[in-house]
């Protein structure tokens, strides 16, 4: 039997075009790698000395422990541990680069960049407890830079990350105090964990989770301040009309793809890809220069620009296989090693561009803030003369595209409640789920993996919750997901919500000027853009007066991949939310630690990750939860 590989339209319209073309796509490669290991799928496979490697037999007739004494529980601790440094690294150097950027033009170092967004940058002023009374906005700009920056470099142990500690319910903050478990310094934490999983080291498996739990946090706390200060410099995102799916690629315009992580470097692009828009006509591109996204890049762009949305994680290769893509331009993390292979394929410029990302054969741009216009004009020029090269005869691109609403950060999400209290605009909100008309709030966040077909676990989860009265808010590639199936758009709400549910989105979208209902599912921006639903749910909490993990609020990786999803799940359940995995996580080869995740975390912290890979009986699962919460509030 083949298992469906993909639900992606457009897929089924490339995946033919590349088997003829000879090109080998994720979905080639992972049948080719079957079958996969089974120590490496159950964590106990162990390669931290080169006196391994070694593995646990998990029937028992084998070994029980590692040539050290390691057993299984260590093992796959330290393993999963690992994953969430690994992915607090990414999400904080991320942070780090964009704080540094804020600091650069506080100092009036970087001509590239502005703040955009003063107010955010204020309110961030605020938040953090930075007095701006007489400040102008580059000095509120180098103290918010200063405050941040303290979270990479604050040595005492008893001082928390600045930011964690404005984010967060104070019962929140307390629990997680009495675990030692708040990070004062991302950089340290992640260190501790690389430190303390060396062979001969940490060896309690209860400890090293522990350690584990403090790394999310850090990474929670890296992601806020990421999504926070990208905000200053290039504004909050506000509700926008755009596209999703590889339809959105021009057959008339020079096409550049923009992928990868950090808006630094893709608003510099769509910047001066506006600017340079004549030349690429007079390459005989009749419709100019047209920005397509991908992976969370493209969620950053989409949200503040309403760029359209080419693919997610699972489709980044289809794109190329289109053979209308000019360049593809990428930064950080989630980039397939596969696409330089697969630009030469075909005539695409694929271009890296952060010294400490680089991959083998492609073109290298070294972007520097400092430099960033000189550099994004190189980039873009290089896509105009890729173009020049381009063979009609070779360009498919697939019919397929849908119409998205998106950009509903804090700021709008609020701004369109007080449309109907502005007074008060949580009200609305917490008077619908108090009476039942919103049962709950479920975040769809993560990836898309090849264990899954791609984007079918998301869709059929929220269509199940949707009937069933749950308020969705997505990040990430699950937002593209739904953007790409048409989710994010007001005829889904009329089609699947529930009746109560469609009633409220239709009051909140008609009063806030939409002319019908919000769209079925909100899309809150990139994977570190998952801090903004937290901030929406501890302003209802705060405002109810209980802490996180009371709320009818849960979330859900179904198509998890990433060890960046790794370490956002593992601070979810920390914050006290109940989180699906749809996915099987590489844990289960420890009795203890899976014991531990799944059940003690739930007396520890109030969240627990719930594996269920069948999306279904996922839903339902959730739904069970979702009532379980409103019956201890008492609604
Ligand atoms: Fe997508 Fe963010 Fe996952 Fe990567 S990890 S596959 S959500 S692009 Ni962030």
Redesign the pocket.
């Known amino acids: 039997m083949t298992m469906k590989l993909s639900t992606d339209p457009s897929a089924a319209t490339l995946l033919p075009i590349a088997k003829k073309e000879g090109i080998a796509t994720v979905w080639d490669r992972h049948r080719a790698m079957q079958p996969q290991c089974g120590f490496g799928q159950l964590g106990v496979c162990c390669r931290i000395c080169w006196k391994g490697p070694c593995r646990i037999d998990p029937f028992g007739d084998g070994p029980q422990r590692g040539i050290c004494g390691a057993d299984a529980d260590t093992i796959v601790a330290r393993n999963v541990i690992r994953m969430i440094a690994a992915g607090a690294a990414?999400?904080s150097e991320h942070g780090r680069h964009v704080a540094l950027a804020l600091q650069g033009v506080a100092e009036g170092r970087l001509p590239a960049y502005q703040i955009r967004d003063e107010a955010k940058l204020r309110a961030v002023a605020a938040k953090l407890d930075i007095c701006t009374e007489g400040e102008d906005i580059p000095a509120i700009a180098a103290a918010v830079a200063k405050a941040t920056l303290e979270d990479f470099q604050n040595q005492d142990h008893d001082v928390p990350c600045n930011w964690i500690e404005a984010t967060l319910t104070k019962k929140r903050l307390e629990r997680l105090q009495a675990l030692h478990v708040l990070p004062h310094n991302i950089d340290a934490v992640i260190t501790q964990i690389m430190g303390r999983t060396l062979v001969g080291c940490d060896a309690d498996p209860v400890n090293l989770i522990l350690g584990g739990i403090k790394g999310a946090l850090a990474d929670f706390n890296g992601m806020c301040l990421a999504t926070e200060l990208s905000d200053a410099l290039f504004g909050a995102p506000a509700p926008v009309v755009t596209a999703a799916n590889l339809g959105v690629i021009k057959q008339d315009a020079v096409n550049i793809a923009v992928h990868g992580?950090n808006p630094l470097l893709s608003e510099v692009v769509c910047e001066v890809a506006g600017q340079m828009d004549e030349e690429a006509r007079k390459a005989g591109a009749k419709e100019g220069i047209n920005i397509v996204g991908i992976?969370?890049t493209g969620?950053e762009v989409m949200v503040r620009h309403g760029i359209p949305l080419a693919a997610?994680?699972l489709s980044q290769e289809l794109a190329l296989v289109t053979g209308a893509v000019d360049a593809m331009v990428v930064d950080v993390?989630?980039i397939m090693p596969s696409v330089s292979e697969i630009g030469a394929c075909f005539h695409t410029a694929v271009i890296t561009t952060m010294a400490e990302n680089k991959i083998p054969g492609a073109t290298h741009v070294d972007f520097k803030e400092e430099t960033a216009l000189e550099n994004a004009r190189r980039i873009v020029a290089t896509a105009i003369d890729a173009y020049k090269r381009r063979d009609p005869r070779r360009v498919n691109i697939p019919d397929f595209k849908q119409t998205a609403i998106v950009g509903f950060g804090v700021e709008s999400v609020l701004a369109a409640l007080a449309t109907l209290n502005a007074e008060d605009p949580l009200q609305p909100l917490i008077e619908n789920i108090a009476n039942g008309n919103i049962r709950g709030i479920a975040l769809f966040?993560?990836?898309?993996s090849t264990q899954v077909a791609q984007d079918s676990s998301f869709v059929t989860m929220a269509k199940k919750l949707a009937a069933n009265n749950v308020l969705m808010l997505a990040?990430?590639?699950?937002a593209?997901s739904f953007a790409k199936h048409g989710l994010m758009t007001q005829e889904a709400t009329l089609e699947y919500a529930g009746e109560s549910l469609k009633a409220v989105l239709t009051a909140i979208g008609t009063s806030a000027g939409l002319n019908g209902p919000l769209p079925l599912v909100l899309h809150m921006g990139?994977?570190?853009d998952n801090s903004r639903a937290v901030q929406v749910a501890v302003a209802v909490a705060d405002k109810l007066g209980v802490d996180l993990d009371q709320l009818p609020l849960v979330a859900s990786a179904p198509e998890?991949?990433?060890e960046?999803?790794v370490a956002?799940g593992t601070w979810s359940v920390a914050l006290g939310i109940p989180t699906h995995l749809g996915t099987m996580p590489q844990v289960t080869g420890s009795a203890k630690v899976t014991e531990l995740l799944t059940q003690t975390a739930k007396d520890l912290l109030g969240g627990y990750f719930l594996v269920e890979l069948d999306p279904e009986v996922a839903a339902d699962k959730l739904l069970e939860v979702i009532e379980e919460r409103r019956k201890g509030l008492g609604i």
């Open positions: 990414g999400h992580h992976c969370c969620n997610n994680y993390q989630c966040a993560g990836c898309n990040t990430g590639c699950g593209g990139s994977c570190v998890a991949m990433s960046k999803a956002i």
